[in-house]
């Protein structure tokens, strides 16, 4: 029987009977400013779990090593179960969000290169800022742990700033996470949907991801729909 080991802000953990593997079910809570602001939406847990499944497969295919082992169902997924890094690996493509508010600079500035910020993953604490000094003085994670993250991170930002581009958005900034597999190896986990990233449109710049709940600007539930279809489209994976 599976054992329910961790209820998070938008999916819950179970414990399978593989001591290796946990089954993730993405809920349809939604949570902006440090869980502040909190609310059910509709098919929230289905459309993140559509999505992270594609973006996941194409990383995977691309050679990014994941967690991601299986989608089950509508909400479940099937992922190796990892010592987790208690870091936030954010990288900014586009100026956006709290970035645009702590150097009071417009949102939409592009960056000459990619900006990336850690931060530490506590609720408790919002998240601090850290370095990589700061990371390993704490003891968070080794030199080379935050290498190994890192150098995910970018390829990811290459792999994904095609993909979305090729759907019509532009993957302006975004948030990952990592894990320890028991053999020690690094790998992408947690999920990639429009709750962790910023998107877009190219032609209208109209924003398909988490904005439109912190700011109220539309449906979310119409925006991520919009996101799964053109991400399937792009992908050639039309129902
Ligand atoms: P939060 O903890 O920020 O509220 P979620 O509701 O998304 O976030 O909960 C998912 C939790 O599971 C997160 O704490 C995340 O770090 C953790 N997690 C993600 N992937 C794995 C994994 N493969 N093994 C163990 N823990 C994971
Ligand atoms: N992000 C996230 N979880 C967090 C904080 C940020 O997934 O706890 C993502 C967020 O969706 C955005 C990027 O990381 O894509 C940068 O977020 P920012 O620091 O601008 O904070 P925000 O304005 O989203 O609170």
Redesign the pocket.
């Known amino acids: 029987m599976d054992k329910l080991i961790y209820t998070g802000k938008a999916k819950q953990m179970w414990q399978t009977a593989d001591p290796n593997v946990l089954k993730v079910v993405y809920t349809n809570q939604a949570t902006?400013l440090n869980g502040k602001k909190k609310d059910q939406i509709r098919e929230k847990g289905e459309l993140n779990n559509q999505i992270s499944t594609l973006v996941f497969d194409y990383l995977i295919a691309n050679g990014i090593p994941t967690h991601f082992i299986k989608k089950l169902n509508d909400t479940e997924e099937l992922v190796k179960k990892c010592q987790m890094i208690r870091l936030?690996f954010?990288t900014?493509n586009v100026c956006?969000?709290?970035?645009a508010s702590r150097f009071g600079m417009e949102e939409g500035r592009v960056f000459d290169q990619p900006v990336e910020?850690l931060?530490y993953?506590s609720d408790e604490l919002g998240?601090p800022f850290l370095n990589n000094s700061g990371a390993q003085g704490l003891g968070f994670a080794t030199a080379d742990d935050l290498q190994a993250c890192w150098h995910l991170s970018e390829r990811v930002n290459t792999l994904l700033t095609i993909l979305f581009r090729r759907a019509g958005m532009q993957l302006?900034?975004?948030?990952l996470e990592f894990g320890k597999l028991p053999d020690g190896h690094i790998v992408l986990a947690d999920e990639f949907s429009p709750?962790?990233?910023?998107l877009w449109d190219l032609k209208t710049r109209q924003h398909m991801?988490?904005?439109v709940f912190?700011r109220n600007l539309g449906d979310l539930t119409v925006t991520y729909e919009e996101v799964l279809h053109r991400l399937q489209k792009a992908l050639g994976k039309e129902n």
Do not use: S
């Open positions: 902006a936030e954010v900014r956006a969000g709290h970035f910020e931060f993953k998240d302006v900034d975004f948030k709750d962790n990233c910023r991801d988490k904005d912190r």
